[in-house]
């Protein structure tokens, strides 16, 4: 490095070049791995699914690598709403993770890890649907009561003999 000596001190000048052309490399390695975050299959975001196994009603988000939670939705199975609508304030839900989703920072996901179903989510909205109006009041509530009180295999026997009940229509 150059050295220049004016009035009795000494001063060292760089060359501005260097100093350019390691911000340059620098940026160039900054886009590089931001487009490497947004285009390879890096887990950016990940999207949650949770089931109800009493109700079969769902509701999901979406969480960032870093924390927070946005995009949540919930969507309320037929069961859900006819237990609601004809006895108000008896709905308890027992949720459980079904999916959760790795999406990068396109959002197009790539990693799926899956749950299983338990209970009323066994259940398509379509065939409870079904079985719902093929049935009264009272059967319907004690449906919800026995998703309510069994354990997982009492649930899925539950729902494999709703399906085969719509079946038989």
Request: proline residues 4%; positive net charge.
């Amino acid at each position: 490095m150059p050295t220049v000596y004016r009035a009795g001190h000494s001063v060292i000048l760089r060359p501005m070049g260097r100093r350019l052309k390691k911000w340059r490399w620098f940026a160039i390695v900054a886009v590089i791995a931001a487009a490497a975050v947004v285009v390879l299959p890096v887990e950016v975001f990940t999207d949650y699914v949770y089931t109800c196994q009493d109700t079969g009603s769902t509701y999901g988000y979406r969480a960032g690598l870093l924390g927070g939670r946005w995009r949540e939705w919930y969507k309320a199975s037929p069961l859900e709403e006819y237990v609601e609508r004809e006895a108000p304030g008896t709905i308890v839900h027992r949720w459980h993770k079904t999916y959760a989703t790795g999406v990068n920072g396109l959002g197009q996901s790539f990693l799926f890890r899956d749950g299983w179903t338990l209970g009323a989510s066994k259940v398509s909205p379509r065939t409870m649907d079904e079985w719902i109006k093929h049935h009264d009041k009272a059967e319907v509530l004690a449906l919800y009561e026995a998703f309510c009180k069994s354990d997982d295999a009492a649930g899925a026997a539950l729902a494999d003999k709703v399906r085969a009940e719509v079946e038989g229509y």
